[in-house]
């Protein structure tokens, strides 16, 4: 190497993440919440920080979740020493660290091998940037949620929802480590904008400081290439927020130059369970002319626990010799289901080239035993793969017995795409069979009152399906979630709230 090339603290650092990263598995990486911040998105950061912050304003940067320490760079590129009074970063993992304590070694930087969550709060910090851990609440062990909520609590007065990941407690944390006016940017998972955990974070953004602008990314845009996650950058000052306050919110492109730009009241924001509709679309109107869940009851389908086994071909079926009244049909996948009406044989199994069945049997072990030992020896070859052992079999009266889920005339895929050929994310299926449906779909029964309609027109639910199946795009859309890579999907409460006036004027 040429002895005047001099090799910058970034290029540095971006050698050492990369050989940290290659020596964890990428599963131990996401378990733990380990998404490292590109260089360009630390630097568009860093830089919209300052602008929030002020030009004069010394800064007193904080980082509790440094890695090895992106923002800390930027920070250094963009700004003299001068004006950098104080720079602190926090960082658990001992394996990033060491390294990046080194690295950083005769710098400004005070950078603590230490649980940031478990540190007495110091209130100094005037710019807080932070791409908190994304550790989803199963991955947290009980006794540190209960001493993560009640230190919220304590420091917040945040009331975070035990189901809420561990980047909902950093930032309620963190609130104990800002001075007055201080500005902090989280880059956030976008779901807690729509998801009932996120309520708490919601709360505290309208009410503890003055949320100054959300950016969402383009979901196609993903930001980590090892995280399926839609991301955010969540902005506030830390001030009450003045009366009549207006938050903006962005998406796609830059901070600077978004794709779309939306204000929004924070009073209109109090009122809206799913804020990841702004900036595309405008607040919603309370709906008075019926919604999905006025005409149908809307169930998820059936998470077997391990659908090679408990959902069998028909060929298969009969192969083994296995006994198809303990079965019943079960739709494919929505890739096999190539039309959105499914007809049915005279057995009610649909009218499809994969015709799947699903084990789903009331009998004791020892009564298959008796009767259907075919049957029996194929449940001991689920057995010896530790299947009744796994959480939802073990949870069951009988680990092969699935959830109570009988035909429904209407089904909805449950996962799409904005993105497709027909320019629907999501299909209404009318399903004339007996075929129950696995987890891929949403069941849609009749409610009361789609039942009156049905015995005074029996076209009623071929009428209504031909209704859902015209619904605009947007709508479901905007009351579903999208991931990263752009992929949306809809849950069942989601599904219920969407507007369809068009059912209310086809009642008898």
């Known amino acids: 190497m040429n002895p005047r090339v001099t090799i910058s603290h970034e290029q540095k650092r971006l050698i050492l993440q990369e050989d940290l990263d290659a020596a964890k598995s990428r599963g131990e990486r996401n378990k733990l919440g380990q998404f490292a911040t590109p260089g360009t998105l630390a630097n568009q950061i860093i830089t919209h920080a300052g602008v929030l912050l002020g030009e004069t304003e010394d800064i007193r940067f904080l980082d509790p979740a440094i890695g090895t320490g992106s923002f800390y760079s930027a920070l250094r590129s963009l700004y003299p020493n001068a004006r950098i009074s104080a720079a602190r970063g926090y960082e658990i993992d001992r394996h990033y660290a060491e390294s990046a304590i080194c690295l950083w070694r005769g710098t400004n930087l005070e950078l603590r091998l230490a649980d940031f969550t478990k540190e007495k709060p110091e209130p100094c910090f005037n710019m807080l940037i932070c791409n908190p851990p994304y550790v989803r609440h199963h991955h947290i062990a009980n006794e540190d949620k209960i001493r993560l909520r009640l230190t919220a609590h304590e420091i917040s007065g945040v009331n975070l929802s035990g189901l809420s990941g561990l980047y909902c407690y950093f930032i309620a944390l963190a609130h104990g480590w800002m001075s007055d006016e201080g500005v902090a940017g989280w880059l956030v998972p976008s779901e807690f904008m729509d998801v009932n955990y996120g309520k708490a974070i919601k709360q505290y953004l309208l009410t503890q400081v003055t949320l100054l602008q959300i950016h969402r990314f383009d979901p196609r845009d993903v930001q980590f290439a090892d995280a399926l996650v839609s991301s955010s950058v969540v902005w506030f000052r830390k001030a009450p927020p003045p009366p009549g306050h207006n938050v903006k919110f962005t998406y796609g492109g830059t901070f600077a130059e978004p794709t779309t730009s939306r204000l929004v009241s924070i009073d ?241």
């Not at 049997?361 to 009744?388: D, M, N, V, W």
């Open 268 to 508: 209109a924001l109090a009122q809206e369970s799913k804020w990841t509709r702004f900036p595309v679309h405008e607040r919603r109107s309370p709906n008075t002319r019926g919604i999905v869940s006025d005409f149908f009851k809307i169930k998820r389908g059936i998470a077997t626990g391990d659908n090679d086994f408990f959902i069998l071909p028909e060929e298969e079926i009969e192969r083994r010799g296995l006994p198809l009244e303990l079965f019943r049909p079960i739709l494919p996948s929505p890739r096999y289901v190539k039309s959105d009406e499914v007809e049915s044989d005279p057995e009610g199994v649909p009218c499809l080239e994969k015709r799947l069945f699903l084990l789903d049997s009331k009998l004791a072990e020892s009564e298959i035993e008796r009767r259907f030992p075919e049957l029996y020896t194929y449940l001991q070859e689920g057995r010896a793969k530790g299947l009744h052992e796994r959480y939802l079999c073990r949870h069951r009266s009988l680990w092969y017995a699935q959830e109570a889920r009988p035909p429904a005339p209407v089904v909805c895929t449950y996962l799409g795409r904005a993105d497709t050929k027909n320019g629907r994310p999501f299909r209404f299926i009318l399903n004339k069979s007996k075929a129950t449906i696995a987890n891929v779909y949403l069941a849609m029964y009749p409610t009361a009152l789609t039942e009156k309609a049905m015995q005074a027109d029996p076209t009623f639910v071929r009428r209504a399906w031909e209704a859902l199946n015209r619904i605009n795009p947007d709508q479901l859309l905007s009351e579903g979630r999208v991931y990263g890579g752009g992929l949306h999907k809809l849950e069942p409460k989601e599904l219920a709230n969407v507007p369809v006036p068009e059912l209310m004027e086809l009642l008898p």
